[in-house]
């Protein structure tokens, strides 16, 4: 069974910054997909950025130039620096995990910017 264990998240004024870090375990194939995903309330579920095991990245739109996601494969962990935090980015942050067509998410990090 795949878990993923998330930290981080916390309370920080406008303009600061946090790092994001999740860790996956169990059975975890070499070739797969792994980011971040935010809800805030009554918003739906957002893609903040996904990271391939070969390095690709992709961010949403409102993050970019702001957030960095990173990964260490030997580690099957997965990282988000953000910094120059809105109070718009406050949500909670969901881990995934994609591998082929299987996802598997953690249980979320509350991120709250104050203004």
């Known amino acids: 069974q795949v878990q993923l264990v998330e930290s981080g998240g916390g309370l920080v004024q406008a303009g600061g910054s946090l790092r994001l870090s999740c860790a996956a375990s169990g059975s975890i194939f070499s070739i797969n997909r792994m980011g971040w995903y935010r809800q805030a309330p009554g918003k739906q579920r957002e893609l903040v950025a996904a990271?391939?095991?070969?390095?690709?990245?992709n961010y949403g739109d409102s993050v970019k130039g702001r957030f960095t996601i990173s990964r260490d494969n030997a580690k099957n962990a997965v990282y988000l620096q953000m910094n120059s935090l809105k109070p718009d980015d406050t949500a909670v942050y969901y881990c995934y995990l994609r591998i082929f067509s299987v996802e598997y998410w953690g249980q979320g990090t509350q991120v709250t910017v104050s203004s």
């Open positions: 990271i391939t095991s070969g390095g690709s990245t």
